[in-house]
């Protein structure tokens, strides 16, 4: 806009996926949404283009509501290896699983 750029997008594509990463909007265009225009313009170029699948990704961001109802759950598994080091380990993963809890309720 005016030689700017008011929205940008950044994903990549494997097969016949698109995966959306990330985007950003210039704030002073909040009110006319130039991010959600973008997000439909890259997924209509993907339809375009004959991907079959666009996907945002993890998380569950409110945006991503407005484009699809579907949901996926994620998780994690850990395996440490028997031993004397696997209770080392056992209490570095759970120091850093506890660091993190109390980083997201700061």
């Given at each position: 806009?005016?030689?700017?750029?008011?929205?940008?997008?950044?994903?990549?594509?494997?097969?016949?996926?698109?995966?959306?990463?990330?985007?950003?909007?210039?704030?002073?265009?909040?009110?006319?949404?130039?991010?959600?225009?973008?997000?439909?313009?890259?997924?209509?170029?993907?339809?375009?283009?004959?991907?079959?699948?666009?996907?945002?990704?993890?998380?569950?961001?409110?945006y991503?509501?407005?484009?699809?109802?579907?949901?996926?759950?994620?998780?994690?598994?850990?395996?440490?290896r028997?031993?004397?080091?696997?209770?080392?380990?056992?209490?570095?993963?759970?120091?850093?699983?506890?660091?993190?809890?109390?980083?997201?309720?700061?």
């Amino acid at each position: 806009m005016d030689g700017q750029p008011a929205a940008a997008w950044y994903g990549f594509t494997s097969g016949d996926t698109v995966y959306f990463y990330q985007g950003g909007r210039d704030p002073r265009w909040k009110r006319e949404s130039v991010g959600l225009v973008l997000m439909g313009m890259m997924i209509r170029r993907a339809i375009q283009q004959g991907y079959r699948t666009f996907d945002f990704l993890r998380g569950d961001d409110r945006y991503k509501q407005h484009w699809t109802p579907a949901r996926r759950e994620t998780g994690e598994t850990v395996i440490f290896r028997s031993g004397w080091r696997r209770l080392w380990l056992r209490a570095l993963d759970a120091a850093s699983a506890f660091r993190q809890g109390v980083s997201r309720d700061a």
